[in-house]
């Protein structure tokens, strides 16, 4: 396995090896991100990670500077799994001047949700992804990408945006990885404590809970929403969202749609210091 700091080096590392499948990172992998790089590995001639903490798509208050940093023991998990290149920048290496050039996404996806909760954050999101996507495959013609449905908008910002710019990249979304009790893997769990960790297992229990009830049309989707919150809260979370949408769109569905069209329940929760997301499709 090669590990790579510089863009000249990975694509040099790339030179006549084909196509590649790339999996992006922030670094701190758990068995989530393993299970990308497994995905992602048969589905091109190289596969390629990258680990890179974008300050882009923190807001000031959150946490850039903590954020865990675990290279030599990702590089050894990345290695143990068959990963080819790891490319792992640092900050100057990607932004060697203040990046005044961004991506903005389509604010009806982008402002909604983890949009009207983190402003900015996809424009970050895509900023990076952008030149990743540049650093990976301007040389090689194009290539594949895994990204996590955990991350759910996320995934749909990134497919729109190759959409639109008409990039040679194909965008594959890995199922949630979970740890026993439903609790989908993140980074940031590490932040939890022993006792917030069995804590932290009612956020899937409230998606599992909405998408029991929401089809039914009992109540109004509003009112089984707003319910779904104040239960969660009354664990001593404070919920950002908890809500029901399209796949495709993340709108709210109409009375129609509800009954037949391919939803999401997506969440996103503070446990303690710790802001927790998760989503479940039904």
């Not at 143990?80 to 290496?93: H, M, N, R, W, Y």
């Not at 952008?130 to 194009?142: D, I, P, Q, R, Y």
Request: charged letters at 20%.
């Amino acid at each position: 396995m090669q590990v790579v700091h510089s863009i000249a080096q990975l694509r040099t590392a790339l030179d006549g090896r084909g196509r590649p499948a790339f999996v992006p990172t922030m670094g701190n992998l758990h068995a989530g991100h393993i299970a990308l790089v497994r995905q992602a590995k048969p589905l091109g001639d190289v596969q390629v990670s990258s680990i890179f903490v974008n300050r882009l798509q923190f807001l000031p208050n959150e946490d850039f500077d903590s954020y865990p940093r675990t290279l030599q023991d990702d590089c050894a998990k990345l290695e143990a799994e068959g990963c080819d290149i790891v490319f792992a920048p640092k900050e100057s290496e990607l932004y060697p001047q203040p990046q005044t050039f961004k991506i903005q996404p389509d604010p009806a996806l982008a402002d909604i949700l983890e949009g009207q909760f983190r402003p900015g954050f996809f424009t970050g999101v895509c900023t990076v992804v952008m030149k990743l996507f540049s650093a990976v495959f301007a040389s090689t013609g194009g290539g594949v990408a895994v990204f996590g449905k955990k991350d759910y908008q996320q995934r749909l910002v990134i497919e729109r945006m190759v959409q639109q710019f008409a990039l040679p990249i194909e965008i594959v979304g890995a199922e949630i990885a979970r740890a026993e009790g439903g609790l989908a893997l993140s980074s940031r769990n590490s932040y939890l404590s022993s006792a917030e960790l069995e804590q932290a297992q009612a956020l899937s229990g409230a998606l599992q809970s909405l998408t029991q009830v929401a089809r039914q049309g009992e109540q109004p989707l509003e009112v089984l929403e707003a319910q779904t919150r104040q239960a969660l809260n009354a664990l001593g979370w404070q919920t950002d969202y908890l809500t029901v949408r399209l796949r495709d769109s993340l709108q709210s569905p109409n009375a129609e749609e509800l009954a037949s069209a391919p939803l999401v329940a997506l969440g996103a929760a503070r446990l303690g210091n710790t802001r927790l997301i998760d989503n479940l499709e039904f």
